[in-house]
């Protein structure tokens, strides 16, 4: 029998995109040989996720979950709508989260890493994921939350796992209220908890826009310093948490909504699935006349 080095599984997997414990069975089987072990991989289908992974996976679903110290939200993408209502694709995503609560890695690389209740890495569940349901599938994102008594978690899922968020209250034990939050952050998207969070830099050049604005317009240069500090006040409240009118009522202040019950906005995450993932556009036509020039 030969001996199966470190060396020989990761040139497996970089040869078939296949999780390291396929790679190092196939090894075994086959005697150290690489390249039957690579025949061995194709015909059990598994070095098929090699050749999805460079797909973009842009759809997907988000899952919050929690216990009574930790909660974590998670995107888990997909390339299609379709298999991100697949049973397979939501139990992945249901053990996956489960899992990284239990754990709580520090980063996603480290996440990847931690070995499930099924003995195979994260990674390597998602490769047979992969394999199985036949898309590229990924772990991209996660945030986890940790609190102390006296706080609560706010808990919300927009759209089927569309939108996905995490909010974290202090000063209070009322889990409606942290959720009443979250789900105002899924519907409006603040950019920050206060406007005092805002980066000088970026008021800075939001200051400047205006003003190229305001002049733009044709306003008095003596009336458009007064014009903009109003319009820079305004959008300070649109993108603040705290200053927004609360989406279940108006009338009020999210920020008078938890100051009325003794409370603080701690943190909030907030994911929605694809954002920032640029889609590829298929181009049929050209996708045709690139075979027959083949």
Request: aromatic share 4%; hydrophobic share 40%.
């Amino acid at each position: 029998m030969a001996n199966v080095t470190a060396q020989m599984v990761k040139e497996l997997r970089e040869k078939t995109g296949a999780g390291m414990m396929d790679c190092k069975k196939a090894l075994v089987e086959t005697d150290g040989d690489m390249e039957k072990a690579v025949d061995l991989l194709r015909e059990k289908g598994i070095a098929k996720a090699a050749k999805k992974a460079d797909r973009v996976a842009s759809e997907g679903i988000t899952r919050v979950v929690s216990n009574d110290k930790h909660a974590i939200v998670l995107e888990v993408n997909a390339e299609t709508d379709f298999v991100s209502k697949n049973d397979n694709f939501l139990n992945l995503v249901s053990d996956l989260g489960d899992h990284l609560l239990a754990v709580r890695p520090d980063n996603l690389d480290e996440a990847l890493k931690t070995e499930m209740s099924n003995g195979k890495t994260v990674q390597d569940t998602i490769t047979e994921a992969i394999t199985k349901i036949g898309e590229n599938i990924s772990l991209r994102r996660f945030e986890i939350k940790e609190k102390s008594e006296g706080s609560a978690f706010g808990e919300y899922i927009h759209m089927g796992g569309r939108i996905g968020v995490l909010t974290l209250l202090e000063g209070t034990t009322d889990n409606e209220l942290a959720k009443d939050v979250a789900m105002h952050i899924a519907a409006i998207n603040p950019k920050y908890i206060s406007r005092d969070d805002v980066d000088a830099e970026e008021i800075a050049h939001e200051k400047e826009v205006l003003t190229q604005q305001a002049l733009n317009e044709g306003k008095p240069e003596k009336i458009v310093e007064k014009m903009v500090e109003g319009r820079l006040t305004k959008w300070l409240s649109e993108i603040s948490l705290l200053d927004q009118p609360f989406v279940k009522n108006p009338d009020i202040t999210v920020g008078q909504l938890v100051k009325e019950k003794g409370a603080t906005v701690a943190s909030f995450a907030r994911f929605e699935v694809g954002e920032g993932i640029e889609k590829k556009e298929d181009n049929f036509v050209e996708e045709v006349m690139n075979q027959v020039k083949k």
